[in-house]
């Protein structure tokens, strides 16, 4: 009879501490929300690593990912002229991002169509086209503001969304879009320019800048603690090497609902949302046509 009488004890205080933790992600969820309003910043979000550590998938707890082994490649020209960590163009975060509207599917733009482009479908297993839950606007960077550093501009505009937000199930794994071009004969694709706990910086290129080529930016999502750690051993070094990367190879894990992506080419932020650059094989389903913008 005690023995019955504790276990409901601990029932309802197991009970108890869900309905409360439960409230509290509610409450932060509406703050948010709040302030979500279309060309406002994205406010950081202190509760990340706290409701990533309660994420559920299929019931089950996510359990911390096991650092993965990757390689590296040298790096073809000189290394970046300023640290990582706070470059405009390889850290989104110095750039930041804002909630705008717009159609949540895909788009096309009409004019060249690069068969070569990388195709985000490649970022899950098996490859699909996701749902599109949240549409941003990247923030430019003025160069000539107080030079050498530079400072944050207005949103870019002439794309109408330059970061994406797609539907990811909590604690599947994610890869780089995929693109079938080699960077060397070992069947390398990309190379890291940028990685930290939720964010990584790729190039589809071994050449230590976003102004050559297709660079991809990923963020908030569990990037592999194997792959930060190469990272900021190399970029300790001096980066004459950096982590490379294969079609299908992970890179970390969505620890929740959604992972966010901008797309680039020669430097230039495009619209992710595009079917003739980045969705090839989901030419059926696009039905939106916009106004290309003025190169």
């Not at 994205?42 to 911390?64: E, M």
């Not at 405009?88 to 733009?109: E, Q």
């Not at 050498?148 to 539907?167: F, W």
Request: charged share 20%.
């Amino acid at each position: 009879m005690l023995l019955r009488t504790h276990r409901r004890t601990l029932l309802f205080g197991f009970l108890f501490l869900a309905v409360m933790l439960l409230a509290m992600a509610g409450n932060q969820a509406q703050l948010h929300a709040q302030s979500s309003a279309p060309g406002e910043t994205i406010p950081p979000d202190p509760y990340k690593l706290f409701l990533s550590l309660i994420a559920y998938n299929g019931g089950q707890t996510i359990p911390p990912q096991q650092p993965l082994v990757y390689s590296s490649l040298s790096i073809e020209g000189a290394p970046t002229d300023r640290p990582a960590e706070v470059h405009p163009d390889l850290n989104l975060a110095i750039r930041s991002y804002a909630v705008t509207s717009g159609h949540l599917g895909l788009v096309n733009y009409g004019g060249d169509t690069d068969p070569l482009a990388p195709q985000i479908d490649g970022m899950f297993g098996p490859p699909r086209l996701p749902g599109f839950k949240t549409l941003f606007q990247v923030y430019d960077w003025d160069w000539a503001c107080n030079p050498p550093d530079g400072c944050r501009g207005a949103l870019i505009s002439d794309y109408p969304v330059t970061l994406l937000e797609m539907t990811t199930t909590p604690g599947e794994t994610i890869s780089i879009p995929r693109r079938d071009p080699q960077i060397d004969a070992a069947g390398y694709r990309a190379l890291v320019l940028y990685a930290s706990e939720r964010r990584l910086t790729i190039t589809y290129t071994r050449r230590d800048s976003a102004a050559v080529g297709y660079l991809i930016h990923l963020e908030d999502f569990d990037v592999n603690p194997g792959l930060v750690a190469l990272y900021r051993q190399l970029d300790a070094a001096g980066r004459a090497r950096l982590p490379a990367l294969r079609n299908g190879e992970i890179v970390g894990v969505a620890d929740g609902g959604a992972v966010k992506i901008a797309t680039r080419d020669t430097g230039r932020f495009l619209d992710p949302r595009t079917c003739k650059d980045w969705w090839n094989g989901y030419l059926d389903q696009c039905t939106v046509q916009l106004r290309r913008p003025p190169k």
